[in-house]
């Protein structure tokens, strides 16, 4: 009995670049249908308020938390060294440059992300693509150009959100419980924190994470399988792939941005 079986391997493997191709292609025109997606606004718009308003809640108090930890954790580890008054720069910087990004994205992907592979795939399912094909309407045009744009927007926006409120968080925990001295805990910070390469960079993140995952989204329900089952595994992938993606991106983006 043979286990192994070139042909099979072969076959599996021409799948895949078939897929990798079609996913390329689909990147593509997204891209290139930016001027038209930004010339009928109002569609991009609607998706704006849609995955980032009703996203905002679980980025804000996330962060919240998140700065609650790096509050506590931070102090008792500088307070080892006599520099409990860099709190604030060790809050500031673990966010704007890696917290902040990375778990704003995997937020947004277990979020936003399941929510338009379900829905683009129950649209699949329903045959609503095929009937606007069939209108001569361009489901890529129509449908998904403009929430690939929105998901790009909305993804900068609510990492600064989410890096804003864990700062407050972790000058609730410093300055407030603990009683870090305010002035060394925002002088700090403002003084170690560089705009371009700190902010700038976390900045360029949460735009890469934000054309990562909402492609991965879109991609996922175009190509579901129109059936129930189709839909919920496809919004199974969209979780794990778009995870691994960001955390795979992340290191190598870093490893970029610390390198030049």
Known sequence: MTWFN????????????ADLGHGARLFVRLVSLFGTSMRRFGLVRDQIHFLGNYSLAII??????????LGLQGYYTLQRYGSSEALGLLVALSLV??????????????????S???????????????AMEMMAVDPVRRVL???????????PLLAAVFSAV??????VVGVMLIGVDPGAFWGQMQGGVDVWRDVGNGVV????????????????????????????????????????SVLGLD??????MFSI
Do not use: H, N
């Open 6 to 17: 070139p042909a099979d391997v072969g076959y599996a493997t021409r799948g895949k670049l």
């Open 60 to 69: 804000a108090v996330s962060g919240l938390f998140v700065g609650f930890v």
């Open 97 to 114: 440059r890696e917290l902040g990004p990375v778990v704003t994205a995997l937020l947004f992907a277990g979020r936003a992300g399941t």
């Open 116 to 130: 338009l592979t379900a829905e683009i795939g129950l649209m699949k399912a329903g045959e609503q693509l095929s």
């Open 145 to 155: 150009a403009p929430r690939f744009w929105a998901g790009v927007i909305v993804m």
């Open 166 to 171: 864990g700062i407050i968080g972790g000058w």
């Open 205 to 244: 993140k949460s735009f890469v994470f934000g054309v990562t995952v909402t492609f991965i989204a879109l991609l996922q329900g175009f190509e579901a399988q129109p059936t129930p089952e189709g839909v919920a595994r496809a919004t199974t992938r969209t979780v794990v792939v778009a995870s691994l």
């Open 251 to 256: 290191f190598i983006l870093t490893a970029m």
